[in-house]
């Protein structure tokens, strides 16, 4: 059974810049779209960004876009998400995950997640 780890949260200012890291053991990630998603307390959870496996075409929510990119190592078997000009209400643990299930190539449309790590915790201060 595949297991994601998440890495790479901290406190940072407003402005600063992350980049989190998410490392798969036990299987590969080849092939497979990935997404990271967050949690903040009291609200929804919601998809940050998202990329296939295939071609690794990249898709962000509007909130985020210009300030994240999502990259993928399948050599390395990692998923990273770079943040920059961070803001406050990025704030939340930020989980990656995905569907190992899932055959086909529109994962990221409306991702469903079945596999996730336990999280990274970012906090930005204004």
């Known amino acids: 059974q595949v297991q994601l780890v998440e890495s790479g949260g901290d406190l940072v200012q407003a402005g600063d810049s992350l980049r989190l890291s998410c490392a798969a053991s036990?299987?590969?990630?080849?092939?497979?779209?990935m997404g990271w998603f967050r949690q903040a307390p009291g609200k929804k959870r919601e998809v940050v960004s998202c990329?296939?496996?295939?071609?690794?075409?990249?898709s962000y929510v509007d909130s985020v876009k210009g300030r994240f990119t999502i990259s993928r190592d399948d050599v390395d078997n990692t998923v990273h998400l770079q943040m920059d000009s961070l803001k406050a209400e990025d704030t939340a643990v930020y989980h990656c995950?995905?569907?190992?299930?899932?055959?086909?190539?529109?994962?990221?449309?409306?991702?469903?997640?079945?596999?996730w790590g336990q999280g990274t915790q970012v906090t930005v201060s204004s």
């Open positions: 995950g995905t569907d190992f299930g899932y055959v086909g190539s529109s994962w990221c449309r409306n991702p469903a997640f079945d596999r």
């Open positions: 990329i296939d496996g295939g071609a690794g075409e990249a």
């Open positions: 036990g299987g590969t990630l080849q092939n497979h779209a």
